[in-house]
């Protein structure tokens, strides 16, 4: 069994609706139950602060900070991690001028967001997701980029200076500015980042299936096959520095089709995450409703098994309603799957009865109107 990564202590600052939280966690899984609206998402979303990234919500600080509150905000955690026992924190201090968000690791300032999966490696799941399926490819591209930074964090900075170079082409190109060398300097950088960026995905993808085979009899959540489409498809069998080279090429020639379209028409940008039920041979956005559900809590566990194996700790999991659509031997069925992982789960839920089949493996917290009481 893989080791364990968990929380000890979290506390929060002028934090959504939380003006301050203080939570004793000893290790076990994490049940939140409580209202619609009372704030148990949000106690989600600090502990997803601790990843790289905005957070499981993606939202602009400004929204993260308490209404009537100082004006920044602060999440405080004590880890026990894969490197030991660690504290952080990060939070927003706001100006005038803007809100930067601060890190600090045993109270020293990180260099990177990515210093935190030295610690601790966190995944999450949330009914916003539940339209993953059938909403548009970028919400797919976002979740499989999101698998990989699980699993490589130097994704996330090779996506962002990817976007960063293509920005600068596609302003280039718009105010008609077709200088080659110019141009052909952005294009060699998007075509090596663009390149390990494919990789990296494809990588992932190859060994999530091959757990997800090892796996599909044992478990009760359907299993799902996965490709991708969209950007060389049937091409990286071959060496890398050929795929650059042709990427360059494709981005040269393509400059006049690209400056009249405003964006640029090929790269990773436009891949997409193609998801068939496997025992349906069926996509998955023909699936009904409850299928969908059951393949993305699949696909999230199996990621979680795969993060797990690779890095020898079980990543934190963040469930938001995660037992609503389930019956009760199914949710019986995910919370023995959770607890085998090893690692430590936060879960929300608006019927504490849900969770019964947890029993004295989880701590329950009742939220209501901003308070917090086990």
């Not at 203080?22 to 106690?43: M, W």
């Not at 504290?87 to 005038?96: L, M, N, P, R």
């Not at 109270?107 to 339209?131: C, F, N, Q, V, Y």
């Not at 389930?326 to 949710?331: A, F, N, P, V, Y």
Request: charged share 25%; proline share 3%.
């Amino acid at each position: 069994m893989a080791r364990k990564a968990s929380l000890s202590r979290l506390t929060l600052g002028d934090f959504r609706n939380y003006a301050q939280v203080r939570l004793s966690l000893d290790g076990r899984h994490v049940v939140f139950a409580g209202d619609n609206g009372a704030g148990k998402t949000n106690l989600l979303e600090a502990v997803s602060f601790l990843s790289p990234g905005r957070g499981l919500r993606r939202a602009p600080y400004a929204d993260v900070k308490r209404v009537g509150g100082s004006g920044g905000f602060s999440i405080f955690a004590v880890v026990d991690g894969m490197e030991g026992d660690v504290e952080i924190g990060t939070g927003v201090e706001s100006t005038e001028d803007s809100a930067v968000r601060k890190l600090r690791i045993n109270g020293t300032p990180a260099k990177s967001a990515d210093e935190l999966t030295d610690h601790l490696r966190i995944l999450w799941l949330t009914p916003a997701m539940d339209g993953l399926f059938t909403g548009g490819s970028s919400e797919r591209r976002r979740f499989l980029d999101r698998l990989v930074l699980t699993l490589d964090p130097a994704h996330g900075r090779r996506a962002s200076d990817f976007e960063r170079a293509m920005r600068s082409r596609n302003r280039l190109l718009s105010e008609g500015r077709f200088d080659p060398a110019w141009l052909s300097g952005i294009e060699v950088q998007m075509a090596s980042l663009g390149i390990a960026m494919a990789l990296a995905r494809r990588e992932m993808l190859g060994l999530l299936m091959a757990l997800i085979e090892q796996d599909r009899d044992t478990t009760p959540f359907p299993s799902a096959a996965m490709t991708l489409s969209g950007f060389f498809d049937a091409e990286f069998q071959r060496p890398a520095v050929d795929l650059e080279d042709e990427y360059a090429s494709m981005l040269a020639d393509g400059r006049r089709r690209d400056a009249a379209a405003g964006r640029t028409l090929e790269g990773p940008h436009r891949a997409d995450l193609l998801v068939r039920h496997r025992a349906k041979d069926m996509e998955a956005e023909r699936c009904s409703t409850g299928e969908q559900k059951a393949l993305l809590v699949g696909l999230i566990l199996a990621h979680a098994r795969l993060t797990a194996n690779m890095t020898g700790y079980a990543p934190i999991l963040l469930l938001d309603e995660i037992a609503a659509h389930l019956d009760e031997g199914r949710r019986a069925a995910l919370f023995d799957l959770i607890d085998r992982l090893g690692g430590q789960a936060f879960m929300t839920g608006t019927d504490r009865a849900m969770f019964s089949a947890l029993a004295e493996r989880a701590q329950f917290f009742t939220v209501a109107d901003g308070a917090i009481k086990e």
